[in-house]
Each structure stands twice: as C-alpha cells, then as structure tokens.
C-alpha cells in the first residue's frame, strides 16, 4: 500500500515562494500519474493543481497556477515536488498529492495522500 507524505508548507507573503515536497513509501511512482490538490479555507472539495503524466511524461496545471508552479519528479527519491513561485493569497491552501492511473478526465485518484501540508499568503 502506497503512503504519501506531503510536506514543505509555510507562511509567506505575497510574491514569495515555496517547494513542497512528496514523499512515497510502499512503492514507487513509476507507473501512475501524480497529482498535486489543494483545499481552500472554507471549500469542501479539494481542486487540481498539477498532473504528471505517467505515460508520456507531460506535466498538466490548472489555469490560475500555469507560469508560477512547477511540478517535477525524482525517481531517484521516489519523491515529488511542487515548486510555488509568485505565490497569491488565493494560493493559501492545504496542499495534498496523490496517484492516480491518468491525468484529466477518466483518471482515478487512489486517495493515498496524507496530512497535507500548510500554505499560507499573507497580503
């Protein structure tokens, strides 16, 4: 069974930026797309943020974050990392990631991620 522990969070003002980090035990990612989600304040549902492609490696973003984050992989480290740049208020979320079979729609999330990790723009 796959865990995923996510972690790298903070506090940061608006602008500044942050690298969170996936870490996966029981496993290995290599054969499923890794998402990246986020859980606003107040919102039930947790939103996509990013997408690595298992099958040919494209990496996907939802259209508030294209330009500012970046998603990369390390095999090496069976880990994954969100690099957070120009970091908005509207940013501040629980962050979480997770495995799933693809990218877009008809993917299935596997619900593996753990506590999340904590981002916070302050204005």
């Known amino acids: 069974e796959v865990q995923l522990v996510e972690s790298g969070g903070g506090l940061v003002q608006d602008g500044g930026s942050l690298r969170l980090s996936c870490a996966a035990s029981?496993?290995?990612?290599?054969?499923?797309?890794i998402g990246w989600f986020r859980q606003a304040p107040g919102k039930k549902e947790r939103e996509g943020v990013s997408?690595?492609?298992?099958?040919?490696?494209?990496?996907y973003y939802v259209d508030s974050v294209k330009g500012r984050f970046t998603a990369s992989s390390d095999n090496a480290k069976n880990a994954v990392y969100l690099q957070m740049n120009s970091l908005k208020p509207e940013d501040t979320a629980i962050y979480y990631c997770?495995?799933?079979?693809?990218?877009?729609?008809?993917?299935?999330?596997?619900?593996?991620w753990g506590q999340g990790t904590q981002v916070t723009v302050s204005s």
């Open positions: 997770d495995i799933g079979t693809m990218c877009g729609s008809g993917g299935i999330w596997f619900g593996a």
């Open positions: 029981g496993s290995t990612f290599d054969d499923y797309a």
């Open positions: 997408c690595i492609s298992s099958s040919d490696g494209n990496i």
